[in-house]
């Protein structure tokens, strides 16, 4: 339970079950409203572990403060971010970036009203808080409020002030004074003065209830005498005449009071009373016309706290239409602080509080500032140089627009939203209790007087606005109650005690929820609790009671409201519901003598309850949460589940179970018969401390099979290896299936088990029982498992004799029954004799063993007539020998054998011990199954260090002995490791392998990068000849390759590569060599010869062969030609490029010209589309008249018709077409975009600068007052402005090539918290800001000369410009036009590209129009057919 400063105590003068009637009626305010404050305080300073969330950076003193005029006259920066306006107010060491959690208060609704934010939604908070507010009317005063309009003409009621008293005042200008039983004591004024005054606008009562001052709508101020009613002043002259007094507060000292008036401004009145004469003096704080207040706060303190070291200052809060401040009014006038508000709503109220609260042991006051949205709490101390600091708190943001704010005591709040619904909310956890619709009110609004109507409207339209939703004067807070005056009505509201709080969920039936809000009591966890006093157990022990008392209830409710008749599973449901609840409360309470007692007999009388009680006990009972039940319930719960047939949930119970209260025997029978072992084992041990007879009986199920050589079921193979942890566990020390065995039974049950287990002979035994059943019976059922029970249970023996002496019997044992008998498989007999080869090797071992033993081991595991388990025994041996057998055997006789067995790996292990290691490549190249790790283990012993030179030198002579079978079994492994380790000697390798098809295989995975073999070519040195070795093979083997290879490898010549193609008469790689050694021509000669010949092939072929493939040839291979011809006519001239397109062109046409002479072929339009396909792609390189020339004087075309080359003649000219469209469209394209950017450029670049305010921002002086001093100003394009004297004094020049430029020092300066980056540009209300670090050309108006002189053009870009052109770059969306032009240059500049070429294939084509998505077509001519 937080210790919260609450009010309590309420409940002692108000009853929790009194009605809100009787409440009105009687409604003792004074007794209630002296407890709360004092309590409150008591408990502030109790409170020790206050949660507030300390993100706080220190607000340091000011050497000079600046005026109230100067902060005033500031104008509202909106481009400021949220934080204090001067930045050399901000000790920037200690601000925790946390603590702002927007940069500015309205950047997360962007200015949008509409959409404010709702995301901060809370669950329903009535389920969970329940009732927090209880909310009356005052009957009393209200009526006479309504009869008082009536009978005295006293108007409307416009404000109300509580102390002890409650005093209303009325629009024909009366105040109504009631006491504490709402009775009326005084009626001040009267309406002739009310006729002169007008309404009253503004109340306050001094600390002692003594004095009463109204504020008049007219401007007026009087004070009355509350004892007895006099007027002791009446003041007109205090502050501007034909302004209304919007407040008026008493301080602390009772000479001294603050008024506001609708002009904005604010007055400090003293009364002084000379020679009996009463006086007033008055002081403008400031004036109106600098900026409007529109809100004031004194601080009070309450009378423990009037030696509080804050309240020397008499501390005053104001809120004007831009910022708060905070001054001191003593002991001289002193500003403490200045906090912009941000962007807001400019109608939304700005609204103030103060409170003391208790911070880190220490109390202090705190301010609730808002405007709008967000509530800021500013933490207020003096420190001990006796100045103020201010520190940030936690920030509350709402997603509605604040009316009214109000402290109920320092952990809860109580806002008034815009549409007069109230929220409590609880402050550090911001968590929002309760919301009260509260428009029967009718709430009193001041706007008249804001409007100040009374002396004909003179107010600015801004606090006129502000005025539409004030209500100040109609709210009043007094000792944790709050009044609401209506227009017919007063209304209290005050914080419910928790019992009233409870009862109140319990009247609406809400029985769960109460309990869960009592429970939150219980803990401490609960908000804005009041009436629980004392320590915690005293507090807890009070809810405990009130719990049991609804836990009660609530069991007679659940057998009350249970369905009679219908579905069992109805009833079923109900209790579940309801069971579990009582159940949950009961154990958290620990009250389980209610739970057992009253609540199961109660529940007990329906046999559904009584189901669903007993299951909900379940989870606690396993969880252990839940010990020490009653013997009844117990056996009810047994009975229970196995009714139900659930017997693993009675297993699982059994186990947590005390079980010694009940029938034994009976539960062990059912155990048993439902196979519950687990449970079974546990009552023998827990109920009757006997550990054996468990074991026996599981003995008799598994031994006969076992014997019988049968395999087993799977439900005896689950007793089987029970039995085997429950033995390891009662060796152990461990009880089973949970916990421990009591100590001091432990060696006695330890003996008993041994005994158990070397016994000669079973209980009942038939004769022809083999001796030693049991040991017997576990080596068959899991020999290395009861091993390992065995071992462990050795390690735990301590060196007494009695321990000794079992572990040799055992050990005798089990090579009795292991040796003399045949039926265990050899890997349980090496089970055996690894066990026995780990005691032995112990440095402590008092064992022992017959060494013949292990030699006969070793002859039935190496014995080669059974080749079945060959693997196993090999592993067997293995485990044997490093268990620290190997100490048991000859190692030569041992060698011997293994390699007569084939046991490649026990050969590895004994020359692993006498560094053998070049034998150990033998074992592995022998051993079919690990062959291939042979190369890791050959890598391993070279390259790990430790291994000396003469062992690494045998293991690389090995190596090199067996390269062949090496490459045989994995080339690109063997490849890998002669690139490693015997790169010197790659040439005795080759000559090593005769074999080609290996030594093609070996060169491949060596030299081919593709392979996968990941060597550092520039480490591995081959020879040139090594190389061509490889390409040679390569012809030979596999043909088609041969170009991407040569693609890819390094280190070849070319001349003698080209030989060894054109030995193996590869066409289309010589091509590739003589390209690529830059014979063009030649390259081009051959490709051209394959081409020619595959056309003779089609046209001599008859119909029966393959078209269609030949016809691919003829493509593919013109393709490649074409390619040829493109890649490389960029460096040729006129003549040489001719001299390559058009014997190609003559090529395919020939065909054609045959065809005309001879019959038809079969390909006429193929041939012709190809043709087509060479004239496009010839176009980019070759002039058209040359190409259309070579046409018509070729003899074919030059004798025939114009018709039979109209086709490709046609075809050239949509080409031409085509590019002279797309060529004009770009150039087109490219000038609008020119021009565009230019015109943009140019308008920044001339666009003039506004400065946002006429104050230089360092000085804050007006630039105007100094300018005897003839200094420059200095304008920004962000619109700061400064004089150039202080900008120099603040070194914010930047030298750039001998000339000065300024920077801005407010958004240059690294004080600033939301820094941004040198060039970024944030986007705010959809217009581009430039960003914060600008340099700009200076403005001088000096003299009135207000031109602004421009820096001299310079060859490079000055900042401003880069700035411009960031700007224009970032107008772009999407990819530019540019960045599409230059891409498409670059493929031209690199080869051509032809949209309409034809097949794009080749390798030539890679431009974006082989894009899939890419689109570009400019509507080209109709394509005509001839």
Not at 272 to 280: A, D, F, H, I, L
Not at 1070 to 1084: C, N, P, R, V, W
Request: aromatic share 8%; net charge negative.
């Amino acid at each position: 339970m937080e210790n919260e400063p609450d009010h309590e105590n309420v409940e002692q003068n108000l009853c929790a079950k009194t009605t809100e009637e009787e409440l009105s009626k009687s409604f003792n305010l004074e007794a209630s409203l002296s407890k709360f404050s004092y309590i409150d305080l008591d408990k502030e300073l109790e409170f020790k572990n206050d949660l507030i969330d300390d993100k706080e950076f220190d607000i340091p003193q000011v050497d000079t403060p600046p005026t109230l005029e100067s902060i005033l006259n500031e104008t509202d920066d909106e481009e400021e971010s949220f934080v204090l306006e001067d930045p050399t107010l901000l000790n920037i060491d200690t601000i925790d970036s946390h603590s702002y959690d927007t940069s500015s208060v309205a950047s997360s609704d962007s200015g949008d009203r509409t959409n404010l934010k709702r995301k901060k939604k809370l669950p329903d908070s009535f389920s969970l808080h329940g009732s927090v507010m209880r909310h009356s009317l005052l009957k009393g005063i209200s009526a006479q409020i309504v009869s008082a309009a009536d009978k005295v003409d006293a108007g409307l009621p416009t404000a109300i002030a509580v102390s002890s008293l409650i005093a209303v005042g009325t629009s024909h200008g009366l105040a109504l004074i009631f006491d504490q039983n709402q009775a009326l004591r005084l009626c001040l004024g009267s309406t002739s003065v009310g006729g002169q005054y007008g309404a009253i606008s503004a109340l306050s009562i001094n600390n002692d209830c003594s004095r009463l001052l109204c504020g008049f709508a007219k401007g007026q101020i009087t004070m009355w005498d509350l004892a007895s009613g006099k007027l002791l002043r009446s003041i007109t002259d205090a502050h501007p005449p034909g302004t209304a007094i919007l407040h008026i507060k008493f301080t602390d000292d009772p000479t001294l009071a603050i008024c506001n008036d609708s002009g904005g401004s604010v007055f400090e009145l003293t009364f002084k009373r000379v020679m009996g004469v009463r006086t007033c003096e008055s002081r403008c704080l400031f004036s109106g016309s600098k900026g409007e207040v529109c809100c004031i706060e004194p601080l009070h303190s309450k009378p423990e706290l009037k030696d509080h070291p804050i309240t020397q200052f008499s501390l005053l809060a104001m809120a004007s239409l831009t910022k708060i401040l905070v001054i001191g009014l003593k002991p001289s006038l002193k500003v403490w602080m200045t906090f912009p508000y941000g962007r807001m709503d400019p109608s939304s109220v700005p609204l103030l509080a103060w409170h003391f609260v208790a911070v880190h042991n220490y109390v202090n006051p705190m301010l609730a500032f808002c405007r709008g949205d967000v509530v800021h709490f500013l933490l207020v101390k003096r420190d001990e140089s006796g100045a103020i600091h201010v520190t940030k708190q936690k920030h509350l943001h709402l997603y509605y627009d604040l009316i009214n704010f109000t402290w109920i005591n320092s952990r809860t709040v109580v806002l008034l939203d815009s549409v007069e619904k109230l929220h409590v909310i609880d402050r550090q956890t911001q968590e929002e209790l309760e919301t009260v619709e509260i428009s029967e009110v009718q709430l009193v609004y001041n706007s008249s007087h804001f409007k100040s109507l009374a002396t004909g409207g003179n107010v600015s339209q801004a606090l006129a606005l502000v005025g539409e939703k004030a209500c100040y004067q109609s709210i009043s807070s007094y000792g944790g109650q709050i009044f609401y005056l209506g227009t017919k009505s007063v209304y209290v509201m005050m914080l419910r005690s928790w019992r009233e709080r409870v009862d109140h969920l319990l009247k609406q039936d809400c029985l769960t929820e109460a309990l869960a809000l009592a429970w939150s009591f219980h803990e401490g966890k609960a908000k804005a609790v009041v009436g629980l006093s004392g320590d915690a157990n005293k507090r807890k022990a009070v809810v405990a009671d009130r719990m049991v008392e609804i836990l009660f209830h609530y069991a007679d409710r659940a057998l009350k409201k249970c369905p009679d008749q219908g579905k069992i599973q109805v009833m079923e449901q109900h209790f579940q519901d309801m069971v579990p609840v009582i159940v949950d409360y009961c154990l958290l309470l620990e009250r389980k003598d209610l739970l057992f007692s009253q609540m199961y007999d109660k529940l007990s009388e329906n046999s559904v309850a009584k189901g669903v009680f007993l299951e909900c006990l379940e989870p606690y009972i396993l969880s252990d949460k839940l010990v020490g039940m009653t013997p009844q319930v117990m056996k009810d719960l047994i009975v229970h589940f196995q009714d139900k047939k659930l017997m693993e949930n009675v297993e699982a119970l059994i186990v947590h179970m005390d079980i010694t209260s009940l029938d034994i025997q009976q539960v062990v029978l059912m155990c048993w018969e439902n196979r519950l072992y687990d449970a079974m084992i546990y009552v023998y041990n827990r109920g009757m401390n006997e550990f054996i007879s468990p074991m026996e009986k599981l003995f008799r199920v598994i031994a006969p099979p076992l014997n019988a050589g049968r395999t087993l079921t799977d439900e005896q193979v689950v007793m089987g290896n029970k039995l085997l942890v429950y033995i390891s566990c009662c060796l152990a020390g461990r009880a089973y299936p949970l916990g421990d065995i009591p100590e001091d039974l432990v060696p006695l049950v330890k003996n008993q088990v041994f005994e158990f287990l070397i016994r000669l002979h079973s209980a009942e035994a038939s004769p022809e029982e083999e001796i030693y059943p049991y040991v017997r019976t576990l080596l068959h059922f899991d020999t290395r498992e009861f091993l390992n029970v065995l071992a462990l249970t050795f390690e735990d023996f301590k060196n007494d004799k009695q321990a000794v002496e079992y572990q040799q019997r055992i050990v005798d044992i089990l090579l009795k029954v292991m040796v003399e008998n045949s039926d265990f498989t050899p890997s349980q007999v090496g089970c055996l004799f690894t066990f026995l080869a780990r005691q032995l090797a112990k440095p402590d071992n008092t064992l022992f063993v017959n060494r013949t033993l292990f030699d006969q081991v070793l002859e039935f595991l190496c014995s080669p007539d059974d080749d079945s388990r060959h693997s196993e025994r090999q592993q067997v041996l293995l485990e044997l020998l490093q268990a620290g057998g190997i100490v048991q055997f000859e190692e030569s006789r041992l060698i011997r054998m293994a390699e007569k067995a084939e046991f490649y790996q026990i050969c590895e292990f004994m020359y692993e011990r006498e560094h053998q290691y070049d034998k150990i490549i033998d074992c592995y190249l022998r051993d079919p199954l690990r062959e291939e790790e042979v190369f890791n283990y050959i890598h391993n012993i070279l390259s790990i260090p430790g291994h000396s030179a003469e062992e690494k030198q045998s293991v690389w002579q090995k190596a090199m002995d067996h390269i062949e079978e090496l490459v045989s079994l994995r080339p690109c492994k063997a490849a890998e490791l002669v690139a490693i380790h015997f790169s010197e000697q790659i040439e005795t390798v080759i000559k090593k392998l005769q074999n080609q098809v290996l030594l093609f295989k070996f060169l491949r995975s060596l030299l081919d990068p593709r392979e996968g073999v990941h060597v550092h070519q520039e480490l591995v040195q081959i020879s040139p000849c090594v190389t061509e070795q490889f390409i040679e093979l390569l012809c030979q083997f596999s043909p088609n390759q041969v170009i991407e290879t040569l693609q890819v490898l390094e280190c070849y010549r070319l001349e003698e590569t080209i030989q060894i193609t054109q030995k193996y008469q590869l066409h289309e790689v010589t091509a590739y060599l003589l390209e690529k050694k830059g014979d063009i021509h030649g390259a081009f000669l051959i490709m051209l010869k394959r081409l020619q010949s595959k056309l003779q092939e089609i046209t001599h072929q008859d119909e029966k062969t393959k078209e269609e493939l030949s016809l691919k040839d003829v493509e593919d291979t013109m393709v490649e030609t074409i390619a040829l011809c493109q890649r490389n006519s960029h460096n040729l001239n006129q003549q040489q490029r001719e001299a390559l397109w058009f014997p190609l062109l003559e090529a395919m046409m020939a065909p054609q010209k045959l065809s005309g002479s001879t019959a038809p072929h079969l390909h006429p339009e193929a041939l012709k589309s190809l043709t087509m396909q060479v004239l496009n792609s010839m176009a980019a390189f070759i002039a058209l008249p040359s190409i259309l020339q070579r046409i018509l004087q070729d003899p074919v075309y030059g004798k025939g018709k114009l018709g039979e080359i109209q086709g490709l003649i046609l075809g050239m000219l949509d080409t031409f077409n085509y590019e002279q469209t797309l060529l004009e469209t770009t150039t087109s394209l490219l000038n609008q975009d020119l021009h565009w950017s230019l015109c943009n450029l140019r308008a920044s670049v001339t666009r003039g600068l506004n400065p946002k305010q006429d104050y230089c921002s360092i000085c804050l002086q007006q630039y105007k007052r100094r300018q005897e001093m003839a200094d420059e100003i200095i304008v920004f394009s962000c619109g700061h402005l400064y004089h150039s004297f202080c900008l120099q004094n603040k070194e914010c020049t930047i030298e750039t090539e001998g000339q000065t430029r300024w920077t801005c020092y407010k958004c240059s300066s690294s004080n600033k918290v939301g820094k941004l980056s040198e060039n970024s540009s944030e986007v705010k209300k959809g217009k581009t800001v430039p960003s914060q670090v600008k340099m700009s050309p200076s403005c001088h108006p000096s003299k009135g000369d207000s031109a602004v002189k421009k820096a001299a053009s310079e060859p490079v870009l000055d900042p401003q410009q880069i700035q411009a052109f960031d700007q224009l770059c970032r107008l772009y969306r999407g990819s530019s036009r540019l960045a599409l032009l230059t891409e498409l240059s670059q493929n031209r500049s690199s080869e051509s590209y032809r949209p309409f070429s034809g097949s794009q294939s080749g390798p030539a084509f890679n431009s974006i129009f082989q894009n899939e998505n890419f689109q570009l077509q400019l509507i080209p001519p109709p394509v005509t057919e001839d």
